[in-house]
Nanobody
Framework: QRQLVESGGGSVQAGGSLRLSCAAS????????MAWFRQAPGKEREGVAT???????TYAFPVKGRFTVSKDNAKNTQYLQMTSLKPEDTAMYYC?????????????????WGQGTQVTVSS
C-alpha cells in the first residue's frame, strides 16, 4: 500500500534545529517528486521544499539558506533539515509525493499527503 509517515517534529527555541523524516511506501523516488508543505494557524498551506527524481531541489524564499531537503533512495526516506529556526516557522509540516511525469494545474494538484508533524518554535 502507499503511505507517507512523517516524524521528527517537536518544540524548540528560536535558533535551534530539527530534522524531519518522511518514510515513503509505494512511491519510488525515480518516478515521484517529493515535497514538504506547511500550514500555520490561520494561514493557507504553503510549499516549503521539493526534491525531484534527478536530485534537483527548490525552496520557498523564507527558508532558503536555512532548510535543506534530501532523500535516501535506498531507504525511500525524505528528509528536511531545518536550522536557524524562527517563530514564524511554527506550523504543521506535511510530507507529500507527486508522480513526476505529468503536468499539473497548480503546485498542490496531484499530491498525496501524510498526516503531518508539528513544529513549534518559541522566542
Amino acid at each position: 500500500q502507499r503511505q507517507l509517515v512523517e516524524s521528527g517534529g517537536g518544540s524548540v527555541q528560536a535558533g535551534g534545529s530539527l530534522r524531519l523524516s518522511c518514510a515513503a511506501s509505494g512511491y519510488p523516488f525515480n518516478k515521484y517528486s517529493m515535497a514538504w508543505f506547511r500550514q500555520a494557524p490561520g494561514k493557507e498551506r504553503e510549499g516549503v521544499a521539493t526534491i525531484h527524481p534527478d536530485g534537483q531541489t527548490t525552496y520557498a524564499f523564507p527558508v532558503k539558506g536555512r532548510f535543506t531537503v534530501s532523500k535516501d533512495n535506498a531507504k525511500n526516506t525524505q528528509y528536511l533539515q531545518m536550522t536557524s529556526l524562527k517563530p514564524e516557522d511554527t506550523a504543521m509540516y506535511y510530507c507529500a509525493a507527486r508522480y513526476t511525469y505529468r503536468t499539473y494545474a497548480s503546485e498542490s494538484d496531484g499530491f498525496n499527503w501524510g498526516q503531518g508533524t508539528q513544529v513549534t518554535v518559541s522566542s
